[in-house]
């Protein structure tokens, strides 16, 4: 009786995993985030890329073996059918007359391409058509700069320069932006649009896309493939995602192998005197630290006596691009000012027995090339790199984060600067 059992039991298993993958695929699909995945409808198998695995997984649906998923509808017409899959292979080919996608703001909008005049409402919106080498010509609007903010934004002044300016993110001119007739308006805080603009808008036929675009690291990948399929550069997307995670996958490696004991204690505070962030937006953590900070939930004043109780070893201060300590346009050897920042917090008398101040571990952060805020664009992977290096020096000596910020700005930017004799990011420079 105990080997009948025996024999069904082992039956059962190995039903059981010849059955396990599609299961595992299932609850996968069923457990992912938008932000794990392509939200582009025909990207029916849920990963990062739209490609003939995604033919054969709507064709599995068409004949009942696999689940449908809420990407599948491919031309977005409510049934799973061969139109789909029609849609699928010009999706591909780059034949699309129109794709369907779910924005950062979890707005359903279809788009119809070609896409031959954009208008950008942020600057790092604008990043990523550089990095995708969408001509200049289909720019047709960006935003009013602030007179005396952020230098950077002269980056791409000579590139978009016959575009036409459409107010600011926090305050567009509607009607404006109605006059230049773009086919699509790439925008960010879907509140500004809600009430005075989008009937406008959907009534002139225009596509509005919300992309965060680089905004506090959130979603680049994810943001810069999206915008390769609506701007017909998927290989060019691939490439620098490719490039970009090869980078950060070695970074992960690495830190993996170091143990939660020890892992260094940090103290990051922002533009603001004893103003902080939970993990700052992730850096922190990510690059093998621990906030000392953890319960804070957002941006919020601290009391500086909670900073000397928990005693960081790490102290990484941010630097503000508008008070001009850091930037593109500074000579090189110009760190004056960085410099200036870093000493005013090691001077600090209530700091002067922690011990980031005792060791001389307190570092300073461009927002250029930080995931905070709208002057870093994509370069807040730079930021991670960078923490990575002044927390673990030993273990990173063959990382050299201004030979790859160099590498970004040439190969990707196409922008003629010499990190070598401009440009001041991070103070002190990691040996």
């Known amino acids: 009786m105990r080997n009948r059992i025996n024999a069904i039991a082992i039956m059962i298993l190995c039903m059981l995993l010849t059955i396990m993958p599609a299961v595992a695929a299932s609850n996968l699909r069923g457990s992912m985030t938008d932000a794990d995945y392509l939200i582009i409808y025909g990207n029916a198998n849920l990963d990062e890329t739209i490609d003939e695995d995604d033919v054969a997984y709507v064709n599995g649906i068409i004949n009942g073996s696999n689940n449908s998923t ?51 409402t942020l600057r790092g919106q604008l990043e990523m058509l550089r990095i995708l080498g969408v001509p200049a010509k289909n720019v047709v609007g960006v935003e009013t700069l602030k007179a005396g903010a952020y230098p950077y934004e002269n980056f791409f002044s000579e590139y978009y320069q016959d575009a036409e300016t459409i107010g600011t993110v926090s305050s567009p001119d509607i009607e404006k ?83 939660e004991k020890d892992k260094p204690r940090v103290y990051f505070e922002g533009e603001k005197t004893y103003w902080t962030d939970r993990d700052e937006k992730g850096c922190i953590n990510y690059s093998g630290g621990k906030s000392i900070f953890s319960e804070v939930t957002n941006w919020q004043e601290i009391d500086p006596e909670a900073v000397v109780e928990r005693n960081p070893e790490v102290i990484i201060k941010l630097a503000d691009p508008s008070t001009n300590s850091s930037g593109y346009y500074l000579d090189a050897t110009n760190t004056s000012m960085m410099k200036e920042i870093r000493d005013e917090i090691a001077n600090r008398p209530e700091l002067k027995n922690v011990d980031a101040v005792e060791n001389g571990r307190v570092y300073v952060v461009s927002m250029f090339i930080s995931g905070t805020g709208g002057a870093a664009g994509c370069r807040g992977f730079l930021q991670k790199i960078y923490t990575a290096k002044w927390l673990y020096p030993d273990l990173f000596k063959d990382l050299d984060p201004k030979a790859i910020h160099q590498e970004y700005l040439t190969r990707f930017l196409g922008l003629d600067i010499d990190l070598n004799k401009t440009g001041v990011f991070v103070y002190p420079e990691p040996s």
């Not at 491919?74 to 369907?100: H, P, S």
């Not at 603009?197 to 896309?209: P, R």
């Open 177 to 259: 932006m109605l006059s230049l007739k773009p086919d699509c308006i790439l925008f960010l805080y879907s509140f500004l649009y809600k009430e005075s603009g989008e009937k406008q808008f959907n009534s002139a036929d225009i596509s509005l896309v919300h992309l965060n675009c680089g905004i506090f690291d959130k979603n680049v990948s994810q943001d810069i493939m999206t915008l390769g399929y609506l701007f017909n550069r998927v290989e060019r997307a691939q490439e620098f995602i490719e490039w970009q995670e090869g980078i950060m996958n070695l970074v992960e490696e690495r830190l993996d192998k170091i143990p």
């Open 70 to 120: 809420k990407l599948s509808d491919a031309n977005f017409n409510g049934k799973i059918d061969a139109q789909d899959i029609d849609q699928i292979e010009k999706i591909i080919r780059g034949e699309a007359k129109k794709l369907t996608i779910i924005d950062s703001q979890n707005r359903i909008s279809t788009i119809k391409l070609p896409i031959t005049r954009v208008i950008s």
